[in-house]
């Protein structure tokens, strides 16, 4: 008996870890495994290209960058971004894969960190490739109405579709908190369309209405949907300046972070 005990009282333990390595590996196969992530991905390329198409085709006089043409799809695709990110996270809790990776991996702040990581990553990466291409689809049609994007100034093309990708990754971000806070696909995704389509119309017809509200129309310029197109194409005539619009998109990211990291640190799966 007391030997028994004696070997019992040498067996080696090991705590569970997974490399970050292996956590992002994990992550972006289950992303690119979804065929939410496909359908997603698919329905802001046509999107993109579709409306920098009409809009090429039909453009305004008097507009000041043709590159917005390019950047305004943003405005329709941050949605299915903050989508994508939700499903990402809803969709491991409907089936119950959310406990296997908790099991795999129980240091759950890491959880969040890896697929924040490479949704965002992913999301800029393929948001880039289809700026690209839908500028260089629209520039034979600009040239026709006489005009063109400037190549060789990286402001006037490069760093604002930098730019729409960073705002897409972030979006993506705000669903991701949201998913982890909520767990409910129906239901952060609900709220995502409220915070990012739903608040900026109720603003909107509050400052209409109510001009008096003064610095609730200054707060509207806080939300993310507002911030994003001041902080792609930053200029004098927008509230926010291009720092400002920055911040305010990251702000709202991180708290969206925290607050499902909190969830998740606090919650069974």
Not at 47 to 54: D, F, M, N, P, R
Not at 60 to 81: C, H, K, N, S, Y
Not at 217 to 241: Q, V
């Amino acid at each position: 008996m007391t030997a028994i005990q004696a070997r019992a009282t040498h067996i080696p333990t090991t705590a569970s870890h997974v490399s970050l390595g292996r956590q992002l590996r994990s992550e972006l196969i289950k992303l690119l495994s979804v065929r939410g992530t496909w359908w997603s991905v698919a329905i802001v390329a046509v999107l993109t290209v579709g409306i920098a198409v009409l809009f090429g085709a039909n453009l305004p006089e008097g507009l000041p960058d043709p590159i917005m043409v390019i950047v305004a799809p943003v405005q329709f695709t941050m949605l299915l971004a903050g989508i994508l990110g939700v499903i990402s996270v809803t969709g491991e809790y409907s089936t119950g894969m959310i406990r296997s990776t908790l099991t795999a991996n129980p240091v759950r702040g890491s959880v969040l960190v890896a697929k924040a990581a490479v949704l965002a990553a992913f999301l800029f990466v393929v948001s880039l490739v289809i700026f690209l291409a839908a500028a260089l689809i629209v520039t034979p049609i600009l040239a026709d109405a006489g005009t063109s994007f400037e190549w060789a100034k990286p402001e006037a093309v490069i760093v604002p579709i930098l730019a729409a990708s960073a705002t897409m990754s972030l979006f993506s971000l705000i669903g991701v908190g949201l998913g982890f806070l909520l767990r409910s696909g129906a239901g952060a995704i609900a709220v995502t369309v409220g915070i990012i389509f739903v608040l900026p119309v109720i603003f909107s017809l509050v400052g209409t209405f109510l001009p008096d509200l003064t610095w609730l129309i200054d707060a509207a310029n806080y939300l993310p949907a507002s911030a994003a197109p001041s902080a792609i194409l930053p200029s004098d005539l927008t509230a926010l300046n291009a720092a400002e619009s920055w911040l305010t998109l990251g702000a709202w990211s991180a708290a969206s972070l925290v607050a499902g990291w909190a969830a998740l640190r606090g919650r069974d799966a």
